[in-house]
């Protein structure tokens, strides 16, 4: 039996189909994957959209991870796995009063899902298959 699971979430205001993901794929290259490099490279990109990435009500999360494993071609979780500052994720610097007028020093939560996971990896397989 095949159980379907339909999450009801918000589209995520941020457009991350179009963002310059050459921030982490420049900084982030395999086979070693640094951790240095790609966790600070990771930060750089996630960090401006750290309030729609940390919203659960969104798919924004799900959406951005998606579009950087199909332009990196990363290993799934490789991110979740590498890049920890604390139980609460990575810390995201504060920005500028410019930038945000309320910002805060958020945490950047980096704990997909399981089915975010399993996701993740059912697609990178229906890629390699093609």
Do not use: H, W
Request: with cysteine.
């Amino acid at each position: 039996m095949i159980y379907y699971f339909v999450t009801l979430s918000a589209a995520c205001p941020v457009n991350f189909e179009f963002l310059n993901y050459s921030i982490i794929t420049n900084q982030c290259k395999g086979p070693q994957y640094p951790p240095d490099r790609c966790c600070s490279a990771f930060k750089e990109f996630a960090c401006p959209y750290v309030e729609q990435i940390n919203d659960l009500t969104t798919d924004c999360s799900s959406t951005m991870f998606s579009y950087i494993n199909l332009y990196g071609k990363y290993p799934p979780g490789l991110f979740a796995s590498e890049c920890r500052e604390g139980k609460e994720g990575l810390a995201c610097p504060a920005l500028s009063p410019s930038a945000s007028e309320n910002a805060s020093g958020s945490q950047l939560i980096c704990n997909p899902s399981l089915l975010l996971m399993a996701t993740a990896g059912f697609l990178i397989f229906l890629f390699m298959l093609f």
